[in-house]
Every structure is written in C-alpha cells, then in structure tokens.
Nanobody, 124 residues
C-alpha cells in the first residue's frame, strides 16, 4: 500500500510558476506508475501528467503540454510537477495518484491510491 501527500500549492499570478511535490510512503513506490490529476469546482477530475516506473516515459494533457514537467525520484520516493506560465484556467485542486504496474494510463479508475490534494489558484 502507498500513502501519498501533496504539497506546494498556493496562490500565484498568471504567468507565474509553482512546483508541486508528492511524498510517498509505504512499499514499492518505484513499481507504480504515477500521475497528476486536477479538479476544478463543478468539474470532473482530469488527467494532467503521467510518468512511468523508471521515468523513461511521460505524457501530458494537451492543455499543459510545454508548460508543465513531471519528474520522480525513486530513491526519495517523491513525485514532482513543475508548472510554468500558469493560467487562470489551471486553477484547481491537484492530486497525485499511484497505479500498480507500468505503462501510460490516463483515466482515474486506473489508479489505486490518491492523495488528498493541494489547491492551486492562479489569479488574472
């Protein structure tokens, strides 16, 4: 089992940057595909970014491609999301999630463990 705790959210002006981190505890972090999702008020939770076991493969939602970067450290058991050129539409609660096994997966139902989320607010 894996426990996930996000940090690093906050309030930032449009065009600014934030770095989110997800600390994982428990066994076998390196064997999980890890993802970031977000949920804005009144909307469904949506995929943001994903990274595979070794970090060799990653992918992003079209809306964040070129602005966000996902990385992981399998020694420190951490997952990070660097967010640049933030826009007001990036405002949401951001969640990290773990999915057993390797491979790119984009749907919330593919993920086994979730953090409680961290709020990101981008002002215009």
């Amino acid at each position: 089992q894996v426990q996930l705790v996000e940090s690093g959210g906050g309030l930032v002006q449009a065009g600014g940057s934030l770095s989110l981190s997800c600390a994982a505890s428990g066994r076998g972090f390196k064997w999980y595909t890890m993802g970031w999702f977000r949920q804005a008020p009144g909307k469904e939770r949506e995929f943001v970014a994903i990274i595979t076991w070794s970090g060799g493969s990653s992918d992003y939602a079209d809306s964040v491609k070129g602005r966000f970067t996902i990385t992981r450290d399998n020694v420190k058991n951490t997952l990070d999301l660097q967010m640049n050129s933030l826009k007001p539409e990036d405002t949401a609660v951001y969640f990290c999630a773990a999915s057993r096994g390797d491979g790119l997966r984009y749907h919330t139902w593919r993920y086994d463990y979730w953090g409680r989320g961290t709020q990101v607010t981008v002002s215009s």
